[in-house]
């Protein structure tokens, strides 16, 4: 099937989606409108089988010095927008802008600039970096790519980047391994390299998940000071609500592909309105040792195929307040219970 074919199926068969009410703000960095990711399944190799809705109809903005958190549980689609905003996937629809520019169909020289200005932060630091070489070669590797020839330039770039991260002295650590360093210290080159080359956007995932919890919030304040000392936008994905509070200024919650609720930080964790936020605030650590031995409820059975997503609210069939007949049957626009802050839930109406 081609592409042209493809669209004119998402026409005919998604619903139309309600774009965000943000007003537009000179300084966005970021800007993804009604974007869709769907991946071509083929039965015995050839033949058209369906789709794999990934990401259906998703809008946002993303201004300098803003984080945006992606909330969700595993298979939601978070993953599949950060690769589709790092361009490892294309757009089956809708556009992504970035500084004023469409960049769904970048080519070549112009998609290397362009990566050059995203940096990029791996949920898991020792998988992220070759064994093979040293931290020196690993920081160096970005910097030889995009055309830094000066070796004497490179190493003061690299000793810089060392000691923004707190990895001090520099020059101690250069010579080193990957599994010389301990968890945090690898995570710490990771994002020393996402950082390598000075870029505009930062994409966070799950950057704390791997590490110990005594270290996850050094991390998360490092990544905080590196983002207000070069002004960087920043998507910090992650299924864990309890840190996003501390790192996030927008909350966008993810099930099925879809953003079911939307807002500021305060909106979504103190007026939380859709019922499978409450599911993910329900999920959350809890530091109270009192509350240790507590059964919480979480809702029943497994999210969706994204092939054959259920008709109507993609959370109903789990949903405890389903209405018969209504979250069933036609999907819910977003509704605003107060401004800013978007819910996709029939029991605003």
């Given at each position: 099937?081609?592409t ?20 537009l ?8 409108k ?50 589709t905003?790092l361009l ?23 998609l ?32 030889k790519?995009?055309?830094?020839k000066?070796p ?12 923004e ?40 995932d ?10 996850r ?13 070069h002004?960087?936008g ?7 609500l ?6 996030s ?45 507590v ?20 959370f ?6 389903m209405i ?24 605003l109406?």
């Amino acid at each position: 099937m081609t592409t042209k074919d493809k669209t004119k199926e998402m026409k005919t068969s998604s619903p139309a989606k309600a774009q965000t009410s943000r007003s537009l703000i000179s300084d966005v960095l970021l800007n993804i409108k009604d974007l869709h990711v769907w991946f071509e399944l083929r039965k015995w190799g050839f033949r058209h089988a369906g789709y794999v809705r990934a990401v259906d109809g998703i809008s946002f903005e993303l201004t300098n010095s803003e984080t945006i958190a992606i909330v969700g549980e595993s298979g939601c689609g978070k993953t599949s927008l950060m690769r589709t905003v790092l361009l490892l996937n294309r757009p089956t629809k809708g556009t992504v802008t970035f500084e004023s520019k469409v960049i769904n169909d970048l080519k070549a020289d112009d998609l290397k600039n362009y990566r050059s200005h995203v940096g990029y932060v791996q949920q898991d630091p020792y998988g992220a970096m070759p064994p093979f070489m040293s931290i020196q070669a690993i920081l160096e590797e970005p910097l030889k790519i995009n055309g830094v020839k000066d070796p004497v330039e490179r190493f003061n770039r690299v000793k810089k980047a060392l000691e923004e991260v707190k990895m001090s002295p520099a020059e101690e650590f250069m010579a080193k391994f990957p599994h010389m360093l301990s968890g945090g210290q690898q995570q710490r080159v990771v994002i020393a390299r996402a950082m390598i080359m000075e870029p505009r956007l930062l994409i966070a995932d799950e950057p704390v998940s791997m590490l110990d919890a005594s270290v996850r919030v050094e991390i998360l304040k490092l990544l905080r000071g590196l983002q207000k000392k070069h002004n960087l936008g920043v998507i910090y994905i992650t299924h864990d609500l309890s840190t996003v509070r501390y790192f996030s200024e927008q909350i966008f919650v993810m099930y099925a592909g879809q953003v079911i609720e939307k807002g500021n930080v305060k909106q979504v964790l103190q007026a939380t309105s859709h019922p499978y936020t409450f599911a993910l605030l329900e999920a959350t650590s809890d530091p109270d040792a009192h509350n240790a031995t507590v059964q919480k409820e979480v809702p029943p059975g497994e999210p969706p195929s994204l092939v054959n997503p259920p008709k109507g609210c993609r959370f109903h069939p789990r949903c405890p307040k389903m209405i018969d007949g209504l979250c069933n049957a036609e999907m819910p626009p977003d509704f605003e219970p107060e401004p800013g802050h978007f819910v996709k839930c029939w029991l605003l109406k």
